[in-house]
Protein backbone atom coordinates (compact mmCIF):
# COMPACT_ATOMS: atom_id res chain seq x y z
CA UNK A 1 0.00 0.00 0.00
CA UNK A 2 2.62 2.54 1.15
CA UNK A 3 4.78 1.39 -2.28
CA UNK A 4 1.81 1.77 -4.06
CA UNK A 5 1.30 5.49 -3.16
CA UNK A 6 4.95 6.20 -2.92
CA UNK A 7 4.72 5.21 -6.88
CA UNK A 8 1.96 6.89 -7.73
CA UNK A 9 4.31 10.42 -6.81
CA UNK A 10 6.48 8.84 -9.03
CA UNK A 11 8.73 7.84 -5.46
CA UNK A 12 10.16 4.57 -4.16
CA UNK A 13 9.91 4.13 -0.35
CA UNK A 14 10.68 0.21 0.23
CA UNK A 15 10.07 0.59 3.76
CA UNK A 16 7.02 2.69 3.92
CA UNK A 17 6.12 6.20 4.61
CA UNK A 18 7.13 6.75 8.26
CA UNK A 19 11.13 5.25 7.16
CA UNK A 20 11.46 5.48 3.40
CA UNK A 21 14.73 4.05 3.77
CA UNK A 22 14.88 3.35 0.29
CA UNK A 23 14.96 7.42 -0.11
CA UNK A 24 14.86 7.55 -3.55
CA UNK A 25 12.67 9.43 -5.54
CA UNK A 26 11.98 9.40 -9.42
CA UNK A 27 10.99 12.28 -11.89
CA UNK A 28 9.90 11.78 -15.95
CA UNK A 29 9.51 15.03 -17.87
CA UNK A 30 9.50 13.62 -21.59
CA UNK A 31 12.92 12.40 -22.15
CA UNK A 32 14.57 13.36 -19.39
CA UNK A 33 14.44 11.25 -16.06
CA UNK A 34 15.56 12.45 -12.42
CA UNK A 35 16.51 10.43 -9.84
CA UNK A 36 16.82 12.37 -6.67
CA UNK A 37 18.70 10.56 -3.49
CA UNK A 38 16.45 12.09 -1.17
CA UNK A 39 17.73 11.67 2.11
CA UNK A 40 19.66 15.07 3.43
CA UNK A 41 19.46 14.82 6.86
CA UNK A 42 21.37 11.44 6.99
CA UNK A 43 23.68 12.70 3.77
CA UNK A 44 21.77 10.50 1.05
CA UNK A 45 23.35 7.14 2.68
CA UNK A 46 22.48 4.52 0.73
CA UNK A 47 20.91 1.03 2.17
CA UNK A 48 20.00 -2.03 -0.22
CA UNK A 49 16.74 -0.73 -0.14
CA UNK A 50 17.97 2.27 -2.20
CA UNK A 51 19.83 0.11 -4.76
CA UNK A 52 16.56 -2.33 -5.22
CA UNK A 53 15.05 1.23 -6.15
CA UNK A 54 17.61 2.36 -8.61
CA UNK A 55 17.43 -1.11 -10.03
CA UNK A 56 13.82 -0.90 -10.20
CA UNK A 57 13.62 2.45 -12.06
CA UNK A 58 16.45 1.10 -14.63
CA UNK A 59 13.86 -1.96 -15.12
CA UNK A 60 10.55 0.26 -15.63
CA UNK A 61 12.53 2.98 -17.69
CA UNK A 62 10.36 4.91 -20.02
CA UNK A 63 11.33 4.51 -23.19
CA UNK A 64 11.06 7.93 -24.59
CA UNK A 65 13.80 8.51 -21.77
CA UNK A 66 17.36 9.91 -23.34
CA UNK A 67 18.83 11.43 -20.13
CA UNK A 68 18.97 10.74 -16.78
CA UNK A 69 20.25 12.50 -14.23
CA UNK A 70 21.18 11.47 -10.93
CA UNK A 71 21.01 13.76 -8.15
CA UNK A 72 21.79 14.22 -4.24
CA UNK A 73 19.39 16.44 -1.50
CA UNK A 74 21.12 18.56 0.62
CA UNK A 75 24.73 19.17 0.77
CA UNK A 76 26.04 16.02 0.04
CA UNK A 77 25.73 13.87 -3.08
CA UNK A 78 25.70 11.00 -1.10
CA UNK A 79 27.91 10.09 2.10
CA UNK A 80 28.18 6.09 0.95
CA UNK A 81 26.67 3.11 2.27
CA UNK A 82 23.77 3.22 5.21
CA UNK A 83 27.08 3.23 8.30
CA UNK A 84 24.46 1.06 10.25
CA UNK A 85 24.77 -1.55 7.99
CA UNK A 86 28.34 -2.01 10.24
CA UNK A 87 26.23 -2.33 13.35
CA UNK A 88 25.05 -5.68 15.00
CA UNK A 89 21.40 -4.04 14.41
CA UNK A 90 21.84 -3.09 11.11
CA UNK A 91 19.46 -1.44 8.71
CA UNK A 92 15.82 -2.29 10.08
CA UNK A 93 14.47 -4.97 7.89
CA UNK A 94 17.88 -5.18 5.86
CA UNK A 95 20.30 -6.94 8.05
CA UNK A 96 23.86 -5.80 8.57
CA UNK A 97 26.95 -6.82 7.29
CA UNK A 98 27.76 -8.96 10.33
CA UNK A 99 24.32 -11.32 9.65
CA UNK A 100 25.38 -11.68 6.27
CA UNK A 101 28.81 -12.61 7.17
CA UNK A 102 27.13 -15.32 8.92
CA UNK A 103 25.26 -16.30 6.08
CA UNK A 104 25.99 -18.60 2.84
CA UNK A 105 28.66 -16.54 1.02
CA UNK A 106 26.76 -17.07 -2.45
CA UNK A 107 23.80 -15.71 -0.73
CA UNK A 108 25.45 -13.13 -0.18
CA UNK A 109 27.34 -12.59 -3.46
CA UNK A 110 24.03 -12.91 -5.33
CA UNK A 111 23.01 -9.73 -2.82
CA UNK A 112 25.42 -7.47 -4.07
CA UNK A 113 24.71 -8.45 -7.47
CA UNK A 114 21.41 -7.37 -7.22
CA UNK A 115 22.58 -4.14 -5.71
CA UNK A 116 24.93 -3.60 -8.75
CA UNK A 117 22.50 -4.32 -10.89
CA UNK A 118 20.85 -0.56 -9.92
CA UNK A 119 24.23 1.17 -10.98
CA UNK A 120 25.33 -0.94 -14.08
CA UNK A 121 21.72 0.15 -16.47
CA UNK A 122 22.98 3.80 -16.07
CA UNK A 123 25.14 3.16 -18.74
CA UNK A 124 23.09 1.52 -21.40
CA UNK A 125 23.34 2.80 -24.71
CA UNK A 126 20.03 4.38 -24.85
CA UNK A 127 20.21 6.62 -22.41
CA UNK A 128 23.08 9.21 -21.24
CA UNK A 129 23.26 9.40 -17.56
CA UNK A 130 24.53 12.58 -15.87
CA UNK A 131 25.71 12.58 -12.20
CA UNK A 132 25.28 16.32 -10.59
CA UNK A 133 27.65 15.92 -7.83
CA UNK A 134 27.87 18.49 -4.69
CA UNK A 135 29.68 17.76 -0.86
CA UNK A 136 30.75 14.42 0.16
CA UNK A 137 30.72 11.88 -2.76
CA UNK A 138 31.83 9.21 -0.50
CA UNK A 139 32.03 5.45 -0.93
CA UNK A 140 28.59 4.41 -2.47
CA UNK A 141 28.11 7.78 -3.33
CA UNK A 142 31.24 7.95 -5.40
CA UNK A 143 30.75 5.09 -7.03
CA UNK A 144 27.00 5.91 -8.01
CA UNK A 145 28.69 9.10 -9.46
CA UNK A 146 30.99 6.91 -11.31
CA UNK A 147 28.39 4.61 -12.36
CA UNK A 148 27.28 7.38 -14.46
CA UNK A 149 28.32 8.68 -18.18
CA UNK A 150 29.16 12.65 -17.05
CA UNK A 151 29.98 14.26 -13.80
CA UNK A 152 28.99 17.75 -13.52
CA UNK A 153 30.09 18.98 -10.35
CA UNK A 154 29.66 21.93 -7.72
CA UNK A 155 33.25 23.47 -6.73
CA UNK A 156 32.46 22.02 -2.62
CA UNK A 157 32.76 18.23 -4.25
CA UNK A 158 34.77 15.90 -2.38
CA UNK A 159 35.09 12.36 -3.81
CA UNK A 160 36.55 9.67 -1.13
CA UNK A 161 36.78 5.56 -2.32
CA UNK A 162 36.25 5.05 1.60
CA UNK A 163 35.96 1.10 1.66
CA UNK A 164 39.69 0.25 1.72
CA UNK A 165 39.87 2.02 5.25
CA UNK A 166 37.08 0.15 6.35
CA UNK A 167 38.43 -3.36 5.40
CA UNK A 168 36.49 -3.57 2.29
CA UNK A 169 36.71 -3.05 -1.46
CA UNK A 170 34.56 -0.78 -3.52
CA UNK A 171 31.98 -3.28 -5.14
CA UNK A 172 29.22 -1.32 -6.50
CA UNK A 173 30.98 -1.22 -9.98
CA UNK A 174 32.98 1.71 -9.64
CA UNK A 175 36.29 0.21 -10.28
CA UNK A 176 36.39 0.21 -13.94
CA UNK A 177 35.06 3.39 -14.66
CA UNK A 178 37.56 4.69 -12.71
CA UNK A 179 40.19 3.03 -14.15
CA UNK A 180 39.05 3.78 -17.45
CA UNK A 181 38.76 7.66 -16.20
CA UNK A 182 41.99 8.48 -14.46
CA UNK A 183 44.16 5.39 -15.41
CA UNK A 184 45.90 2.67 -13.13
CA UNK A 185 47.95 4.61 -11.33
CA UNK A 186 46.02 7.10 -10.33
CA UNK A 187 42.96 4.83 -9.20
CA UNK A 188 44.96 2.78 -7.09
CA UNK A 189 46.56 6.20 -5.47
CA UNK A 190 42.92 7.19 -4.93
CA UNK A 191 41.46 4.11 -3.58
CA UNK A 192 44.59 2.77 -1.43
CA UNK A 193 44.75 5.93 0.57
CA UNK A 194 41.11 7.00 0.60
CA UNK A 195 41.99 10.09 0.38
CA UNK A 196 39.58 12.97 -1.00
CA UNK A 197 39.62 14.30 -4.61
CA UNK A 198 38.96 17.96 -4.52
CA UNK A 199 36.62 19.64 -7.97
CA UNK A 200 40.25 21.21 -8.74
CA UNK A 201 41.72 17.75 -9.34
CA UNK A 202 38.17 15.75 -10.22
CA UNK A 203 38.60 18.81 -13.17
CA UNK A 204 42.27 17.23 -14.19
CA UNK A 205 42.38 14.22 -13.95
CA UNK A 206 39.27 13.59 -15.86
CA UNK A 207 36.86 12.60 -13.27
CA UNK A 208 34.67 15.79 -13.83
CA UNK A 209 33.58 16.95 -16.82
CA UNK A 210 32.62 20.31 -15.76
CA UNK A 211 33.05 22.24 -12.03
CA UNK A 212 30.56 24.97 -11.61
CA UNK A 213 29.55 27.27 -8.38
CA UNK A 214 27.03 25.01 -5.98
CA UNK A 215 24.53 27.65 -6.96
CA UNK A 216 25.10 27.07 -10.59
CA UNK A 217 25.27 23.13 -10.42
CA UNK A 218 20.83 22.66 -11.79
CA UNK A 219 21.87 25.32 -14.68
CA UNK A 220 24.90 23.30 -15.63
CA UNK A 221 23.20 20.19 -15.55
CA UNK A 222 19.90 21.26 -17.77
CA UNK A 223 22.56 23.05 -19.96
CA UNK A 224 24.44 19.59 -20.97
CA UNK A 225 20.94 17.32 -21.05
CA UNK A 226 19.85 20.44 -24.12
CA UNK A 227 23.14 19.88 -25.60
CA UNK A 228 22.68 15.89 -25.91
CA UNK A 229 19.21 16.41 -26.62
CA UNK A 230 19.60 18.54 -29.74
CA UNK A 231 21.64 15.73 -31.39
CA UNK A 232 19.48 12.54 -33.70
CA UNK A 233 18.42 10.33 -30.99
CA UNK A 234 19.02 6.81 -32.94
CA UNK A 235 22.76 8.13 -34.00
CA UNK A 236 23.62 8.94 -30.33
CA UNK A 237 22.44 5.53 -29.52
CA UNK A 238 24.65 3.66 -32.05
CA UNK A 239 27.99 5.93 -31.11
CA UNK A 240 27.43 5.22 -27.81
CA UNK A 241 27.83 1.85 -28.20
CA UNK A 242 30.48 2.36 -30.66
CA UNK A 243 32.37 4.53 -28.06
CA UNK A 244 31.59 1.77 -25.73
CA UNK A 245 32.92 -0.55 -27.32
CA UNK A 246 36.22 1.03 -28.68
CA UNK A 247 38.93 -0.34 -25.79
CA UNK A 248 38.17 -4.17 -26.30
CA UNK A 249 38.37 -3.54 -29.79
CA UNK A 250 41.33 -3.53 -32.24
CA UNK A 251 41.51 -0.66 -34.28
CA UNK A 252 40.67 -3.14 -37.39
CA UNK A 253 37.53 -4.31 -35.32
CA UNK A 254 36.52 -0.89 -34.58
CA UNK A 255 36.70 0.29 -38.02
CA UNK A 256 34.27 -2.44 -39.13
CA UNK A 257 32.00 -1.75 -35.96
CA UNK A 258 31.29 1.88 -37.43
CA UNK A 259 30.64 0.49 -40.77
CA UNK A 260 28.13 -1.65 -39.59
CA UNK A 261 26.91 1.36 -37.83
CA UNK A 262 26.84 3.54 -40.17
CA UNK A 263 25.32 1.40 -42.70
CA UNK A 264 22.29 1.17 -40.49
CA UNK A 265 22.01 4.65 -40.45
CA UNK A 266 22.41 5.50 -44.13
CA UNK A 267 19.51 3.02 -44.64
CA UNK A 268 17.38 4.63 -41.51
CA UNK A 269 17.89 7.76 -42.77
CA UNK A 270 17.44 7.43 -46.66
CA UNK A 271 16.63 3.71 -47.55
N1 LIG B 1 25.30 6.39 7.14
C1 LIG B 1 24.35 6.72 8.03
N2 LIG B 1 24.17 7.97 8.51
C2 LIG B 1 24.97 8.92 8.01
C3 LIG B 1 25.97 8.66 7.07
C4 LIG B 1 26.12 7.33 6.62
N3 LIG B 1 27.04 6.98 5.70
N4 LIG B 1 26.62 9.82 6.78
C5 LIG B 1 26.03 10.78 7.53
N5 LIG B 1 25.04 10.23 8.28
C6 LIG B 1 24.16 10.91 9.22
C7 LIG B 1 24.90 11.33 10.49
O1 LIG B 1 24.94 10.23 11.39
C8 LIG B 1 24.03 12.46 10.97
O2 LIG B 1 22.87 11.91 11.56
P1 LIG B 1 22.26 12.58 12.92
O3 LIG B 1 21.88 13.98 12.50
O4 LIG B 1 21.12 11.71 13.24
O5 LIG B 1 23.37 12.57 13.91
C9 LIG B 1 23.59 13.13 9.67
O6 LIG B 1 23.75 12.14 8.65
C10 LIG B 1 24.43 14.31 9.28
O7 LIG B 1 25.78 13.91 9.32
P2 LIG B 1 26.95 14.86 9.84
O8 LIG B 1 28.16 14.01 10.04
O9 LIG B 1 26.47 15.66 11.00
O10 LIG B 1 27.09 15.82 8.58
P3 LIG B 1 28.36 16.62 8.08
O11 LIG B 1 27.89 17.43 6.93
O12 LIG B 1 29.05 17.29 9.21
O13 LIG B 1 29.38 15.48 7.55
C11 LIG B 1 30.02 13.58 6.26
C12 LIG B 1 29.07 14.77 6.41
C13 LIG B 1 31.47 14.03 6.11
C14 LIG B 1 29.57 12.84 5.00
C15 LIG B 1 29.94 12.66 7.50
O14 LIG B 1 28.58 12.47 7.83
C16 LIG B 1 30.58 11.31 7.31
O15 LIG B 1 31.78 11.17 7.37
N6 LIG B 1 29.75 10.26 7.06
C17 LIG B 1 30.20 8.89 6.94
C18 LIG B 1 30.85 8.63 5.58
C19 LIG B 1 31.24 7.18 5.41
O16 LIG B 1 32.14 6.67 6.05
N7 LIG B 1 30.54 6.43 4.52
C20 LIG B 1 30.79 5.05 4.22
C21 LIG B 1 31.69 4.99 3.01
S1 LIG B 1 32.09 3.33 2.53
C22 LIG B 1 30.87 2.80 1.52
O17 LIG B 1 30.02 3.55 1.07
C23 LIG B 1 30.83 1.31 1.14
Not at 27 to 48: C, H, M, S, W, Y
Not at 90 to 110: H, I, N
Request: net charge negative; proline share 3%; glycine share 10%.
Amino acid sequence: MAEAQAQQRGGYTDDGPATAEGGVRFEVDGEIATITLARPEKRNAQTFATWSALARIGESLPEQVRVVVVKGEGPSFSAGIDLRMFTAEGVPGQGSFGSAARSDGADFEQRIRQAQAGFLWLRRPEIVSIAAVQGHAIGAGFQLALACDLRIVADDVSFCMKEPALGLVPDLTGTKPLVELVGLAKAIDICLTARTVHADEAMRIGLAERVVAGGDLDQAIGEKVAQLLSTNRDAAVATKRLLQGAQARTLEEQSVAEGIEQAARIRALFG
